[in-house]
């Protein structure tokens, strides 16, 4: 069974424990387990993802080198927190 983002996080996404259920990738299936998590300003609060440390990487990355170019705010401005688990 793989389990989506909605089955792998809740209201903070790290109450399921650290390290629990699968990583939340969601441009192909990953199913290795997380290790690292991405705290998020969003609409309303902040919303945690967890990832396997590619798809970390991968997030970090493409927020950098993608996103933050072409958009006023900065990388605190978007990412409250980050790293292991």
């Known amino acids: 069974m793989i389990l989506t983002r909605d089955d792998t996080i809740s209201d903070t ?14 441009e192909s299936v990953c199913v290795d387990k ?6 998020s300003n969003v609409v ?9 440390l ?12 993608l996103h933050l170019p072409n958009c006023e705010g900065d990388f605190s401005g978007h990412v409250l927190s980050h790293g292991e688990l």
């Not at 997380?34 to 705290?39: G, K, M, N, Q, Y």
């Open 34 to 39: 997380p290790t690292h998590f991405v705290t």
């Open 13 to 26: 996404g790290l109450d399921a424990g650290f390290g629990a259920g699968r990583c939340v990738w969601d």
């Open 54 to 65: 590619r798809h970390y990487v991968l997030t970090l990355a493409g927020l950098c080198e």
């Open 44 to 52: 309303g609060g902040a919303a945690a993802e967890v990832y396997c």
